[in-house]
């Protein structure tokens, strides 16, 4: 509380407010935050000219050139509200400790203050209030956690500053393998939220030790597993449901400024950490051994804790900003630094001290502390322990690397038995579902754990992973067949639904509908997706997935003619889905702040302006981009939790047919059903970068948003910004292709748009006959939108098009007249005229109308020159690529159709 939120509105006044409203909340320590204010103050500020002031009224984005205007307030009034504000919430608040206080004013005060002032007009800019409004690029929240995570202390007497403080890396893994080794969409879904629930598990040891403003990467406000710990400690956060854990949302590594710089005590603190994550393990294969009647030999218990050990794998490194008990130096930092980029600091360091308005100290050296961590950590990767896996027996079913540990097998036993003796036979296990361990499946201990981990959730954890199910391929791929049926064919749905349900009785598959649809079942049971699927409707399958020993024939009848009547009203379902991950570009050269703006955007625009020439001219000699601070790292924290929390989530399951794996800031993995792929692609690419705006309560594409602040729900929402770019990679799938497979390409799609130079999109069509599609292309060419581009693509062969459509013959007849005008790599080799011509050409040819319909020549041909240039300038866009170009027609195609 050393600075107040108001602080911006009037600045001379603004510590005699920060203790009349600390008065009101009964806290104390203003004065004491003096020390931390300054070295936070140091590393926003150091370069800003003596004896400038400043009026708020503007606010810079952080990462970009984009700015807001402020006008219209009045201060006197806003203080006023401030104070009852204030007040109003120290008697709330009376009965807490000051440890719970804490917790409580960084949760709720900006929503408390928003409820409250919620009617006036410069309320949206709450989230932006800037801590200096002469440097307005950062607010007045990110530097009072960075103030707040300090360990400093001013010496008033002798005008020295004491500090004691280590920058703090952490990450679990390994992550790419350990989600996408998964045979269902349970386990895909479950790898994720392990990671993201063990890395908040070794937060935990610094947030209740410190506090959660020491993580400044990720931002842990409002997080869902941070809301849920706050309230399991008698803080109860605003707004918070219960059902977000759901959703993992932490990534897999953080860093924190940890106040010491003792080896032994943080060294004692990691161990804290790895104790937790290791009993959290511990504690999961304890609680599902006991639900299941487990209770393994000593040999095979010795194997399950072998396998365990392995996991997670954890590594640390510290960068302590004090040695010998003098602030580090450039001098310390040789071995990380050529001695130009030490010399090139040095001189920024003199240049503040002489002309700036803070005295340097160890917060304008923050910017090489960081890449210094980064730099330990990955000498310290390379360095991972060798661990030789003496395992010989028969490899699980799911990760192909460990032992089978545990099996079900109803013919052949000796399948497992003959090579894992050990290894535990839950095929008569009642309690063991079908969905934890399927019939010839056989599973080692790790990805037991992973499969089985709701059990662990619902038990010690939380109620709401009760009856937890992950939809299936097939549920995501019928989505939109089900949205349809319940509209139109209802009372057929849900005929079909009590046969199949009179069939399989206490093994009826229920599952959890797609977000979207929930509101539609009105709390009824929603029949798993492949029993829609005509071909699934056989004895044979009854046996295999349900496990029914005998099925009437006349039933089976009964139901494929109960699936006839509604796939007659509304269409047969489509078996083909989609896998999506999006992951920001470069972000380790964000957060080195490689790829910050120009210095001068730091500023203020009229202070920048007012500056003494010789001051900028000299500043930018020195330095020509924004320095790294802890407030530009939590300001990509905060843009990056804004796109999770505040975008994704809305973007792929409540505005469309899908449903989200994880949604980690940068990275969102997710299953969406064709009908809405194209908006969902779309949508998660341009809301990453702010380029969108909120109308009626959805996400619109606004390409020509270049502030990076969003307005949502009231109030200005910082994004990454226009500058920052995000890669996606997208497979689509029928519902039986092996989820591994699907998943091993998504990946390869996403690194294939990275290396293609970024800022793309790769899509790959996998059809069930093995033949595969793929393109790749840039998200926007001459300031259009390549998705926008292919839904009219994919329009133009719509068959029920009134304008007119292209038959399918179009793809295959251009094609063959470009066989052989194309190099190994596909690109094409002829003219410009050539390709204009024949798109003309073959798509006048192919050109066809709706029966019945009639329209003019003139409207022929401005329909077919409208699709021609169109198609032209999507060809080059593609640097003339002839395969990608076919590619794309067939997979707009393919979308638009609804699979083959």
Known sequence: MHDPIDKCFDIPTHIERAKNYAQKLAISGVEEGKGPDQIASCMERSLLAKGITQDFNEVRHPFCKGSLKIENYNKEKIFKAFEEIYKKIGKEISNLDDKKKFFYLWRNLQDRLFENLKAEPWIKYLPLLPADTRVPDHSIWEHLKIASAINAYWDGENKIFYQNNSL?????????????????????????????????????????????????????????????????????????????????TIPNRFVAILPTTDKEEITH?????????????????????????????????????????????????????????????????????????????????????????????????????????????????NLREFKQIAEKGRKCSVCGERDVVFFRETDNKDKFARFNPYAIDLTDTEKVLLKYLANGEGLCAICFIKRTFEIYLEKEVSRVFGNLTFPSTAEVALADFKERALEKAREAYFAFQKIFEGISQARFPKVKPMPKLVSLFNDI???????????NLTEESFREELGLKEIDGQVIKELREGLRKITERVGKPNPYYATLHLDGDNMGKWLSGELLPEIEYAYNSEVWQGLPEEF????????????????????????????ALEFVRKIVEEEHLGKLIYAGGDDVLAFVNLKDLFDVMQKLRWAFSGQIKVENGEIRIDINNQTGFVEKDGRYLLSMGPEATASMGVVIAHYKTPLQIAIGKVFEMEKKAKKECRNRFAICLMKRSGEERIATAEWKYDDKDTIDTLKEIAKSFDENNEEGYIAKGFIQKFALEFKHLKDEKGNFVGTAEIIKQELSRLLYRSFNLPKGRKISEEERRNFIKNLADKMNELFWSISGNIDYFINFCIIATFINKGGD
């Open 616 to 643: 900028k001219k000299e500043l930018k000699g020195k330095r020509t981009k924004k320095l790294l601070t802890p407030a530009i790292h939590a300001s990509i924290s905060t843009a990056l939790r804004n796109y």
């Open 269 to 381: 603190l990691t161990n804290s950490m790895k104790d937790n994550i290791k009993e959290t393990v511990k504690n999961a294969k304890n609680t599902i051994f006991e639900e299941f009647s487990i209770g393994p030999s000593q040999d095979t218990s010795n194997k399950i804790d072998s396998q365990l050990n392995e996991f997670p794998e954890i590594y640390w490194v510290a960068v302590p900003w004090k040695i010998d008990n003098r602030d580090i130096s450039f001098d310390d930092l040789k071995e990380y630094f050529e001695d130009e980029v030490l010399k090139n600091y040095q001189d920024l360091w003199n240049f503040a001290g002489e002309n700036g308005e803070f005295k340097p100290n160890i917060g304008l050296m923050y910017e090489l502390l960081y890449s210094t961590l980064e730099k330990s950590m990955g000498a310290r990767k």
């Open 168 to 248: 703090f890396l952490f990450t679990i893994g390994p992550v790419q393998s350990f989600i996408s080794q998964a045979r269902k969409t349970q386990d895909f879904y479950m790898g994720s939220f392990i990671l993201s629930f063990l890395t908040f598990k070794a937060m935990e040891v610094i947030i209740d030790k410190y506090g959660p403003t020491n993580i400044i990467y990720p931002d842990l406000y409002k997080q869902p597993l941070m809301d849920f710990w706050l309230r399991k400690k008698g803080v109860e956060p605003i707004g918070f449901n219960e059902n977000s854990i759901q959703l993992p």
């Open 525 to 535: 049971g929603n029949l798993e997706g492949q029993w829609f699927y005509e071909e």
